[in-house]
């Protein structure tokens, strides 16, 4: 089934403590990026990347990195995170970047910094 | 500043009935445009697109319409389902820019 897996689904921390959200796609898709979904604002990009090791800011990258060495995974990692981070993130994915192109979205991860 | 508008943040709509959702947005250099339907604890999905050489595209009971002059779209269901009870979001993107810009969604419940 094709599919992007997203890892933890569910997450409470605390400030400062580094974490890693996963995600991977099994459908060979070249371009993958990250949004964050918070109340009134919608879906805002992070980070995207076009293919293996091109990687390259969204609207809103501030607190976050992410790295690509496979095709498959896009893990976000937050180095430190704060409050203001608490949201509901999620990992997208499409066989390239063009409008014609149908990002598919995985489940979600919510997390919560205390 | 936020680039791409959806104005209405609810919408209700008895079962059968059209539904319209808008969306607004500022950058002329959008020219491809989706929507995607959110249910709850789900990732979106992909619902409908259209290219800015076109004004509209239909698929079974959905059809997105593109004012370019207005920099305006629409979403139309009909007939509307229970099922369609969703938070919908347009989204668009500017050839070379490789970014996505979505709207605040608009929450949608059809009623039976």
């Known amino acids: 089934e094709a599919q992007v897996t997203q890892n933890p689904r569910y997450l409470i921390t605390v400030t400062g403590k580094k974490l890693t959200v996963t995600c991977s796609q099994n459908m060979n898709h070249e371009y993958m990026s990250w949004y964050r979904q918070d109340p009134g604002l919608g879906l805002r990009q992070i980070y995207y990347?076009?293919?293996?090791?091109?990687?390259d800011k969204g609207d809103v990258p501030e607190g976050y990195k992410v790295s690509r060495k496979e095709k498959r995974n896009f893990p976000l990692i937050l180095e430190s995170p704060s409050p203001n981070q608490t949201s509901l993130y999620f990992c997208?994915?499409?066989?390239?970047?063009?409008?014609?192109?149908?990002?598919?979205f995985g489940p979600g991860t919510r997390l919560t910094v205390l | 500043d936020q680039q791409v508008k959806q104005n209405s943040p609810s919408l209700s709509v008895q079962e059968g009935r059209i539904s319209i959702l808008n969306c607004d947005y500022t950058n002329s250099m959008f020219d491809y445009f989706l929507w995607y339907k959110k249910y709850p604890a789900e990732g979106p999905t992909f619902l409908i697109s259209?290219?800015?050489?076109?004004d509209k595209n239909e698929d079974g009971r959905f059809t997105v319409f593109l004012n370019k002059s207005a920099k305006h779209l629409s979403l139309h269901i009909v007939p509307s389902q229970p099922g369609d009870s969703a938070v919908y979001f347009c989204?668009?993107?500017?050839?070379?820019?490789?970014?996505?810009?979505f709207g605040t969604g608009t929450r949608l419940k059809v009623l039976a």
């Open positions: 259209i290219s800015s050489i076109k």
């Open positions: 990347s076009m293919n293996v090791e091109v990687t």
């Open positions: 997208a994915s499409s066989q390239r970047m063009t409008g014609a192109d149908t990002q598919y």
């Open positions: 989204a668009a993107s500017a050839s070379g820019t490789y970014k996505y810009i």
